[in-house]
């Protein structure tokens, strides 16, 4: 079965880690509960390999003070996760109504996709 799948790059600033982390176990729970299949949030732990000259710290322009962040979503079709993702936001708008809602990281370095699966193993 094909999948559709949201992919994020983001750079966190090291000190605000542990704040990512509280607003990202949130964010898993909330897309969980209205059907996306999985949720991942995983922090770059190899970003030198050789032969390789455009990494992920080159392309988020991570500064030496932060550290690179892959995130994705797993859904089971496109219209699934248009219907989700409303659904999230709705949820979020209601619960933080009215009330500053700053991220830990900076928004204009935040890259996102949404993909076709085109092979699954």
């Known amino acids: 079965m094909a999948t559709y799948v949201d992919g994020f790059v983001?750079?966190?600033?090291?000190?605000?880690?542990?704040?990512?982390?509280?607003?990202?176990?949130?964010?898993a729970l909330v897309w969980k509960k209205f059907g996306a299949l999985e949720y991942k949030e995983c922090r770059a732990n190899d970003m030198?390999?050789?032969?390789?000259?455009?990494?992920?710290?080159?392309?988020?322009?991570?500064?030496?003070?932060?550290?690179?962040?892959?995130?994705?979503?797993?859904?089971?079709?496109?219209?699934e996760r248009n219907a989700i993702n409303k659904k999230v936001m709705a949820y979020f708008d209601e619960k933080y109504a009215g009330k500053e809602m700053a991220m830990p990281f900076d928004m204009k370095r935040f890259a996102y996709g949404g993909f076709v699966t085109e092979v699954e193993a």
């Open 48 to 79: 030198s390999p050789k032969g390789v000259t455009f990494t992920f710290p080159k392309m988020a322009k991570t500064k030496e003070d932060e550290e690179v962040w892959f995130s994705y979503i797993v859904f089971n079709s496109r219209a």
């Open 10 to 27: 983001l750079s966190i600033p090291k000190a605000k880690k542990a704040e990512y982390k509280k607003l990202a176990r949130e964010a």
